[in-house]
């Protein structure tokens, strides 16, 4: 079975947690806020829409 990170916030500091999850292979799903888009480019599934459970059940 895969594990998965995923992070549901509006703000976040520097990215810590989503960066650690990635140096242990774990893939990771975030909110689409502009720190992830810095720290996690194109390594990582942005949630546009991340305040709607439907959103996230789309990209899972």
Known sequence: M???TFRLLS???FGRTVIE???R????MAS????YDEVLGDSY?????????KAWQTCY
């Open 11 to 13: 703000h976040e500091g």
């Open 32 to 35: 689409k806020i502009p720190v």
């Open 45 to 53: 599934v942005p949630i546009d829409n991340y305040q709607t459970p």
């Open 25 to 28: 292979g774990t893939p990771v």
């Open 2 to 4: 895969q594990t998965y």
């Open 21 to 23: 999850a990635q140096h």
